[in-house]
């Protein structure tokens, strides 16, 4: 299987400050064919289902707040909070699509500092 | 807006046999893979596998290929999780969630706790 590692494990960033989460993937997940990277993240909060943030390591779902960005490509992507609001308290997952299983990283917890 | 709907909570004993439920409305079901995602107690995201519900080409995780199934009935708009021999290690949450145009997984059940105990 693709390991999928995130970094760090938890955060504590003070409000209006900037959040990064690292995603590490031990193969490379970049389709030559479209130039696509098959990574997503996604937030879950206590108590609900997953929340889909980001595709193709950098496409923004529809309504997510633009606070939210991907980047990265290849092996090593990042998501960033640009201005850590209180709502965005949650656990946060990136995913590779592009291998069967789809795997998942560990998680990442934002807290407010 | 894309909605699916699980099966309520489950309490079983190990050795039995679970069938649960994931619900499609407001999209074309057929059209789109539905996936199955576990979350343990206190745990992260584990990928379970996949179906096609057009026509019922799954694929597994090699973790939990063997000890479940899944399948789908597109005349009911509705994809299913199932085990025959229940362990108290597959208590968890199970979401499933369709897989969109992007290839991620953009919505999701409001998931099944199953809970296996003696």
């Known amino acids: 299987d693709v390991v999928v590692t995130q970094s760090p494990d938890s955060l504590a960033v003070s409000l209006g400050e900037r959040a990064s989460i690292n995603c590490k993937s031990s193969?490379?997940?970049?389709?030559?064919?479209?130039?696509?990277?098959?990574l997503a993240w996604y937030q879950q909060k206590p108590g609900q289902p997953p929340k889909l943030l980001i595709s193709?390591?950098?496409t923004r779902e529809s309504g997510v707040p633009d606070r939210f960005s991907g980047s990265g490509a290849g092996t090593d992507f990042t998501l960033t909070i640009s201005s850590l609001q209180a709502e965005d308290v949650a656990v946060y997952y990136c995913?590779?699509?592009?291998?069967?299983?789809?795997?998942f990283g560990q998680g990442t917890t934002v807290e407010i500092k | 807006e894309v909605q699916l709907v699980q099966s309520g909570a489950e309490v079983k004993k190990p050795g039995e046999s679970l069938k649960i439920s994931c619900k499609g409305s407001?999209?074309?079901?057929?059209?789109?893979?539905i996936g199955w995602v576990r979350q343990m107690p206190g745990k992260g995201l584990e990928w379970m596998g996949i179906?096609?519900?057009?026509?019922?080409?799954?694929r597994y995780s090699p973790s939990f290929q063997g000890h479940v199934t899944i399948s789908a009935d597109k005349s009911n708009s509705t994809a299913y999780l199932q085990w025959n021999n229940l362990k108290a290690s597959d208590t968890a949450v199970y979401y499933c969630?369709?897989?969109?145009?992007?290839?991620?997984?953009?919505?999701w059940g409001q998931g099944t706790l199953v809970t296996v105990s003696s």
């Open positions: 969630a369709r897989q969109g145009d992007s290839q991620a997984l953009d919505s």
């Open positions: 407001r999209y074309t079901f057929t059209n789109y893979w």
């Open positions: 179906i096609y519900v057009a026509d019922s080409d799954t």
């Open positions: 193969q490379n997940i970049l389709y030559s064919s479209n130039n696509k990277n098959y």
């Open positions: 193709w390591a950098s």
């Open positions: 995913q590779q699509y592009y291998y069967i299983p789809r795997t």
